[in-house]
């Protein structure tokens, strides 16, 4: 019997050891794992939230760029026709390059098939001197609207061929494409009107 206790308390010792594992020690060891599977996911939400905020800040370092920028393609590409603003534009170009005539003639304005902007196709005639025209040129190609010159034709012209200088008066026929981000076009169009204003 006295053999036997030993042996006894051994098995007791043993279950309760199980049993202490089993109900204490495991779950603990299951709680550590979770925490620390949360841990690590939080760790990677806070990795993407670090990321995040350094890309805000890159953007409103870089804010008042990109609203020049903005403002720079809505004075290229405006969203209206507002060919009144056209008109005094070129008449300004041809008024610093001291043409002798220009006249303008805006054609309807016709939505891109990309259905993106709008295109205004114009006629544009200009006679003076080679100087001249060559200046007006020159101020076409950099006025602050986008423009595209599709054809120029020059031929010698106006009303008095040969000035009282020697010079020789030259004519000069463009076609010059302008836009609008307006794409619906045209008289009553959204965001607002673009008249098409003929012969100015």
């Keep these: 019997m006295n053999r036997r206790a030993p042996i006894i308390a051994g098995v007791a ?15 603990k060891m299951r709680e550590v794992s979770s925490t620390q599977e949360q841990l690590a996911e939080a760790e990677t939400i806070q990795s993407g939230l670090r990321n995040q905020l350094a890309s805000l800040r890159e953007a409103e370092a870089q804010a008042p760029e990109v609203r020049r920028q903005i403002a720079q393609l809505a004075n290229q ?5 507002d060919l009144p603003a056209l008109l005094r534009l070129l008449t300004q170009a041809a008024d610093g390059s001291a043409v002798d005539f220009l006249t303008v003639s ?31 040129l020159f101020r076409l190609e950099t006025l602050p609207r986008s423009t595209k010159v599709l054809s120029i034709s020059i031929s010698p012209g106006g009303a008095t061929p040969i000035t009282p200088t020697g010079a ?12 609008t981000t307006d794409t619906s076009a045209g008289p009553g169009s959204q965001p607002g009107p673009s008249e098409t204003t003929a012969g100015a």
């Design 13 to 27: 010792f043993g279950v309760v050891a199980v049993l202490a594992v089993m109900f204490l020690v495991l779950p």
């Design 168 to 179: 020789v008066n030259l004519s000069m026929q463009l076609s010059v494409q302008f836009y």
């Design 77 to 81: 590409v405006p969203p209206t026709a």
């Design 106 to 136: 805006p054609g309807t304005p016709t939505a891109d098939a990309s259905g993106q902007f709008s295109t205004i196709p114009t006629t544009v005639s200009v006679t003076g001197g080679y100087f001249a025209l060559d200046e007006f």
